[in-house]
């Protein structure tokens, strides 16, 4: 069975930074593309960033760019969200997501398919 979990989330002071960390388990995330989103209360979910299996490449909205990357751990079957210089506007809830198709690429920031999703994790940007 698959599992994606989030961990990392909590409260930071605006211009700080956290790691937020998508574990996966009975799926080996290196063979897929996979997607972190967030949703802010009130407001749609939405993509944030989304790496590629294969060639690794990477995507990101613009309102995070510069400021979030995303890698993978291949060893620790994780995926990470680096956030650095984090915003009020950053606060949401995150989730990863991972298309279930090896080896296919993100067409862009947002992943396009996602057959698994994660439970979430709470980020709070406030002073």
């Known amino acids: 069975q698959v599992q994606l979990v989030e961990s990392g989330g909590g409260l930071v002071q605006p211009g700080g930074s956290l790691r937020l960390s998508c574990a996966a388990s009975?799926?080996?995330?290196?063979?897929?593309?996979v997607g972190w989103f967030r949703q802010a209360p009130g407001k749609e979910r939405e993509g944030v960033s989304c790496?590629?299996?294969?060639?690794?490449?990477?995507y990101y909205a613009d309102s995070v760019k510069d400021r979030f990357t995303i890698s993978r751990d291949n060893a620790k079957n994780t995926v990470y969200l680096q956030m650095n210089s984090l915003k009020p506007e950053d606060t949401a809830v995150y989730y990863c997501?991972?298309?279930?198709?090896?080896?296919?690429?993100?067409?862009?920031?947002?992943?396009?398919?996602?057959?698994?999703w994660g439970q979430g994790t709470q980020v709070t940007v406030s002073s």
């Open positions: 997501a991972a298309d279930n198709r090896p080896y296919y690429y993100c067409s862009g920031y947002e992943l396009i398919r996602t057959d698994y």
């Open positions: 009975g799926f080996i995330f290196n063979y897929y593309a």
């Open positions: 790496i590629s299996s294969s060639d690794g490449s990477t």
